[in-house]
């Protein structure tokens, strides 16, 4: 099968989302910020960020969300961006290494309290699935005093409409699923 892919656009400008028509991951996504940080987990994404321009890559379950600095221009480094997606993924290139593997089974298997076992529920089944399509995340990162703390990811990181997603989306679904959250709080 060849590899197909399909540049998307995403409310965030620095941001495009590159759908696969192959899996990345089973679940979830995992987001990298440098390629010292990409190295011991994901040879694809320690690629991208070694691209000149390329500041932050998601991976998710079938799309790479890459975001740009200001002062890389989408032409150029679209161009090399879909050059390392068809050489690495058309070849059998890792997508993780095993520590990346690990790393997103711990993730997915995390210690979670109740009440944040049941907002990791609400958000994989409901909140993850439509952030994905613009190319984004979001991450749990605790939940204490009635507060959710999450890290948003991929486009959403940098979004105008990231607050109003947070505010508007994520923080009046989880309400209504866990009453226990009073607010969400972005990190």
Excluded at 31 to 59: D, N
Aim: with cysteine; hydrophobic share 40%; proline share 6%.
């Amino acid at each position: 099968m060849a590899l197909g892919i399909h540049l998307e656009w995403t409310p965030n400008p620095h941001t495009l989302k590159y759908v696969l028509n192959c899996p990345i991951l089973p679940s979830g996504s995992l987001s990298f910020s440098s390629k010292e940080e990409a190295k011991p987990l994901s040879p694809l994404a320690e690629k991208l960020l070694a691209l000149p321009g390329v500041t932050e890559v998601t991976l998710g379950m079938n799309f790479v969300s890459i975001t740009k600095g200001p002062e890389a221009e989408w032409v150029k480094t679209n161009d090399a961006i879909i050059e390392v997606l068809e050489e690495h993924l058309g070849t059998g290139g890792a997508l993780l290494t095993e520590e990346g593997k690990a790393s997103l089974q711990a993730q997915a298997q995390r210690g979670w309290t109740e009440i944040e076992a049941r907002i990791e529920e609400v958000l994989e089944a409901e909140i993850r699935p439509a952030l994905a399509r613009d190319g984004g995340g979001v991450a749990l990162e605790r939940f204490e005093g009635g507060i959710a703390y999450v890290h948003m990811r991929g486009a959403c990181a940098g979004c105008p409409s990231a607050q109003m997603t947070l505010k508007m989306g994520i923080e009046v679904r989880l309400k209504e699923a866990v009453p226990e959250v009073q607010e969400v709080v972005a990190l």
